[in-house]
Protein backbone atom coordinates (compact mmCIF):
# COMPACT_ATOMS: atom_id res chain seq x y z
CA UNK A 1 0.00 0.00 0.00
CA UNK A 2 1.59 3.52 -1.32
CA UNK A 3 1.67 6.15 1.59
CA UNK A 4 -0.94 8.01 -0.43
CA UNK A 5 -3.36 4.81 -0.30
CA UNK A 6 -2.75 4.72 3.84
CA UNK A 7 -3.49 8.29 3.64
CA UNK A 8 -6.74 7.99 1.56
CA UNK A 9 -7.85 5.07 4.18
CA UNK A 10 -7.17 6.78 7.30
CA UNK A 11 -9.28 10.06 6.17
CA UNK A 12 -12.00 8.09 5.08
CA UNK A 13 -13.11 5.53 7.22
CA UNK A 14 -14.36 8.06 10.45
CA UNK A 15 -18.06 8.14 10.24
CA UNK A 16 -19.66 10.71 7.84
CA UNK A 17 -16.14 10.89 5.93
CA UNK A 18 -16.70 11.43 2.47
CA UNK A 19 -13.62 10.50 -0.37
CA UNK A 20 -13.33 13.98 -0.86
CA UNK A 21 -11.69 14.21 2.67
CA UNK A 22 -8.70 12.50 1.31
CA UNK A 23 -8.15 15.07 -1.48
CA UNK A 24 -4.75 16.81 -1.32
CA UNK A 25 -4.66 20.35 -0.05
CA UNK A 26 -1.13 21.48 -0.26
CA UNK A 27 1.50 21.38 -2.59
CA UNK A 28 5.28 20.45 -2.10
CA UNK A 29 8.19 21.67 -4.47
CA UNK A 30 11.61 22.19 -4.03
CA UNK A 31 13.42 25.45 -4.94
CA UNK A 32 16.62 26.40 -6.68
CA UNK A 33 18.57 26.82 -3.30
CA UNK A 34 17.12 23.16 -2.54
CA UNK A 35 14.87 24.31 0.11
CA UNK A 36 11.11 22.70 0.11
CA UNK A 37 8.28 25.04 -0.25
CA UNK A 38 5.03 23.85 0.45
CA UNK A 39 1.58 26.03 -0.48
CA UNK A 40 -1.94 25.44 -0.03
CA UNK A 41 -3.99 24.69 -2.97
CA UNK A 42 -6.19 26.93 -4.35
CA UNK A 43 -8.74 23.86 -4.32
CA UNK A 44 -7.95 23.28 -0.48
CA UNK A 45 -11.73 23.27 1.37
CA UNK A 46 -10.06 24.39 4.37
CA UNK A 47 -7.43 27.34 4.53
CA UNK A 48 -5.81 28.59 7.29
CA UNK A 49 -6.39 32.11 8.61
CA UNK A 50 -9.43 33.82 9.41
CA UNK A 51 -12.42 32.76 7.77
CA UNK A 52 -14.97 35.60 6.05
CA UNK A 53 -17.33 35.32 9.37
CA UNK A 54 -13.85 36.69 11.50
CA UNK A 55 -13.68 39.88 9.05
Known sequence: M???DDRADQLTTAPR???S???PRIDVSEG???RSRIDI???APVR???GPEDR
Open 32 to 34: EDG
Open 48 to 50: PGS
Open 41 to 43: RDD
Open 17 to 19: AEE
Open 2 to 4: THR
Open 21 to 23: DAD
